[in-house]
Each structure stands twice: as structure tokens, then as C-alpha cells.
């Protein structure tokens, strides 16, 4: 059993039985995860902004930043390990964005991310089944790649299932 850890704007994917695929102290940004049952792979990447316009340079280096340029690295990655490369079939949940900092609602990032991603996957025909998105409270995000079970956790309080 190993852990695959997602550094912010990082993605990556695991078959292997015992894996977790897990990213640390979600505050606005958006982690999305992909489970393809077919092939019992379970994807995730932890995106920060919502369009790769803002910094073009940035995509070549981590794609996963952005949301628009992020989901479709997802999936192609998942794609060379035998998934549907428009992911046909996978189970789609989001955690995180969250209002960090952001007292007067002047940025809206965690809102903004989760409506690219939104807006990316309906491109693909995929929507969330689930979703613990928005509050105030920084998020970490652990997949099992044997069950599929994912669970949060923040500081100060008890973890919870997603």
C-alpha cells in the first residue's frame, strides 16, 4: 500500500489495490476525482483557478492548476491506463472550494472553481454524484483505491465520508 500525494495543481491516478490517492488542505481550491469501475481506477486533481487564460505559461508546466486544462490532462492520463478517454462510465465527486480569506466576497475563488469544473465536465456529458463544496473550512481529501470510499477532513473536526 503507497499513497499517491497531489501537491495544488498536481493530478495523477492509481489501479493498484491498497493505493490512496490523496491531496492536502483544500481551501479554494477544487479537488475532482475520477473512478472508472471498469477498470477499478480511481484519478484525482487538485485545480486552484478556474481558467489557464490567466497565466498560459503555467499550463505547460502543471496543466492540473487550471480547471479547463486540468480535467481533460485527467483524463488522458486515465485514458493510458485503459480508461474511456472522455471518461464514459466514471463516477465524478468534488470536494473543496471553499471561502478562504476572503471576507467580502471579492474573488469568489472556491465558488469560481467549482463553476469551471462544472462547466468543463458537462462538456463531457459527466456531472458530480456528490459534493462537499463551499463553508469556510480547509479540506483534505483521501481515495481508497480499493473501495473507491473517499473521506474528508478538516482541523477541529471529526472526518466524514463523501
Keep these: 500500500m503507497s499513497n499517491l500525494i497531489l501537491g495544488v495543481g498536481e493530478f495523477g491516478a492509481s489501479k493498484t489495490p491498497g493505493d490512496i490517492v490523496k491531496t492536502f ?3 479554494s481550491c477544487v479537488a475532482v476525482i475520477f473512478m472508472c469501475p471498469k477498470t477499478r481506477t480511481v484519478g484525482m486533481v487538485h485545480v486552484a483557478l478556474p481558467e489557464s487564460k490567466i497565466n498560459p505559461d503555467k499550463v505547460k508546466t ?3 492548476y487550471f480547471a479547463d486544462t486540468g480535467i481533460p490532462a485527467l483524463l488522458k492520463l486515465m485514458a493510458g491506463m485503459g480508461c474511456d478517454p472522455k471518461g464514459r462510465g466514471f463516477i465524478v465527486k468534488l470536494a473543496g472550494g471553499a ?14 472553481n467549482a463553476l469551471s469544473i462544472k462547466k468543463v465536465l458537462w462538456k463531457y456529458g459527466l456531472g458530480s454524484v456528490a459534493e462537499d463544496l463551499g463553508a469556510t ?8 483505491v480499493s473501495t473507491g470510499e473517499i473521506i474528508l477532513s478538516s482541523p477541529g473536526r471529526s472526518d466524514w465520508k463523501l
Excluded: C, Q
Design 25 to 27: 488542505a483544500l481551501g
Design 62 to 64: 502543471r496543466p492540473g
Design 99 to 112: 471561502k478562504i480569506m476572503d471576507p467580502n466576497n471579492t474573488f469568489n475563488i472556491g465558488k469560481r
Design 137 to 144: 473550512h480547509s479540506r483534505t481529501v483521501s481515495v481508497a
